[in-house]
């Protein structure tokens, strides 16, 4: 039998034989209330204010429930890896 060969089937074997801790896995669903008042104030050339509401500008909602998910795996005491996503977009 080939040396190589032969180590890779042992390597695959230690990694299945020896005890690993196991970890926890979360997931977590839900939503969350956004409200949402955007604004900027400005000088233009002419040393006037101007104010910019985007909410009114755009004609973007300023109250919306976004939804979000979130997946996590908790292994050892420390060591905690977890991926989310959150709809934060809005459209006009």
Same mark, same amino acid.
């Given at each position: 039998?080939? =040396?190589? %060969?032969? $180590? @890779? *089937? !042992?390597? !695959? #074997?230690?990694? #299945?034989? &020896?005890?690993? @801790?196991?970890?926890?896995?979360? &997931?977590?669903?839900?939503?969350?209330?956004?409200?949402?008042?955007? @604004? #900027? /104030?400005? *000088?233009?050339?002419?040393?006037?204010? =101007? /104010?910019?509401?985007? +909410?009114?500008? $755009?004609?973007? +909602? *300023?109250?919306? $429930? $976004?939804?979000?998910?979130?997946l996590g795996y908790k292994f050892n005491q %420390?060591?905690? #890896?977890?991926?989310?996503?959150r709809r934060i977009h809005r459209s006009a």
């Amino acid at each position: 039998m080939n =040396i190589a %060969r032969w $180590l @890779s *089937k !042992l390597w !695959l #074997v230690s990694l #299945v034989s &020896f005890p690993l @801790s196991a970890g926890e896995w979360t &997931f977590k669903t839900g939503a969350f209330w956004s409200q949402t008042d955007s @604004s #900027v /104030t400005t *000088k233009s050339f002419d040393n006037q204010d =101007i /104010t910019l509401d985007f +909410e009114d500008s $755009l004609q973007l +909602e *300023k109250h919306l $429930l $976004l939804p979000f998910f979130e997946l996590g795996y908790k292994f050892n005491q %420390r060591h905690h #890896v977890y991926a989310d996503w959150r709809r934060i977009h809005r459209s006009a």
